[in-house]
């Protein structure tokens, strides 16, 4: 089993540009695709980021997905902040049950929250 | 369009059981894997059971091992959680999840449902 591991908060100014961490605490970060999550107050999560790089139909190219092998780490970018992007985003890998692959459990990180300034 | 709707969230005192349930629609339900996942107020996303697309195969958290039952009703296209001896620390909004791709073995989230409250106290 592995850990994912977020900053508990973040800020940035309005119309900068702003990136989460999401460190995976054993394995390769590139032997599970990573998803992003964002989640506003009162509201279910929905997907910003998938598969680690590609974004759902309707998401702003403002946002954008990335990992690092050499840290281990999956990155969520957000250019452009505006102020509707304020909220909590989480990463999301899985963890394969058995040697067989044939299937897994959703591992979360702790979530970050995003302040726009 | 998918829509994921839970219900029989509720107040239920420490050792007591609830059966949330999750109706799906708009699209092929039994094709899916399935997945209920928790938040606990102010805290962050737990994911607690799983279901695969026919149903015959289950995955729980360590957490709910041998206290919470994951099941599905391909048929009436639900899902359902069934959860016994129910801790203070269950409290949380329960969100039914479904996949992102048909028969995956990997869990990838794309839609979520609005989420049911489970409240445990006395």
């Known amino acids: 089993n592995f850990m994912l591991t977020q900053p508990h908060s973040v800020s940035e100014s309005l119309g900068k540009t702003v990136t989460i961490s999401c460190t995976r605490s054993s394995g390769s970060i590139a032997s599970s695709y990573v998803q992003w999550y964002q989640q506003r107050p009162g509201s279910c999560p929905t997907t910003v980021i998938y598969?680690?790089?590609?974004?759902p139909s309707g998401v702003p190219d403002r946002f954008s997905g990335s990992i690092d092998s050499s840290s281990n780490s999956a990155f969520l970018t957000i250019s452009g902040l505006q102020t509707e992007d304020e909220a909590d985003y989480y990463c999301q890998s899985y963890d394969f049950i058995s040697q067989s692959y044939d299937s897994s459990m959703g591992v979360f990180g702790g979530g970050t929250k995003l302040t726009v300034l | 369009e998918v829509q994921l709707l839970e219900s029989g969230g509720g107040l239920v005192r420490p050792g007591g059981s609830l059966r949330l349930s999750c109706a799906a629609s708009g699209f092929t339900f039994s094709s899916y894997v399935m997945s209920w996942v928790r938040q606990a107020p102010g805290k962050g996303l737990e994911w607690v059971s799983g279901?695969?697309?026919?149903?015959?195969?289950?995955y729980d958290a360590d957490s709910v091992k041998g206290r919470f039952t994951i099941s599905r009703d391909n048929a009436k296209n639900t899902l359902y959680l069934q959860m016994n001896s129910l801790r203070a620390e269950d409290t949380a909004v329960y969100y039914c999840a479904k996949d992102r791709h048909a028969w995956d073995t990997a869990r990838r989230f794309d839609k979520w449902g609005q989420g049911t409250l489970v409240t445990v106290s006395s």
């Open positions: 598969d680690d790089n590609q974004r």
């Open positions: 279901i695969s697309d026919s149903g015959g195969s289950t």
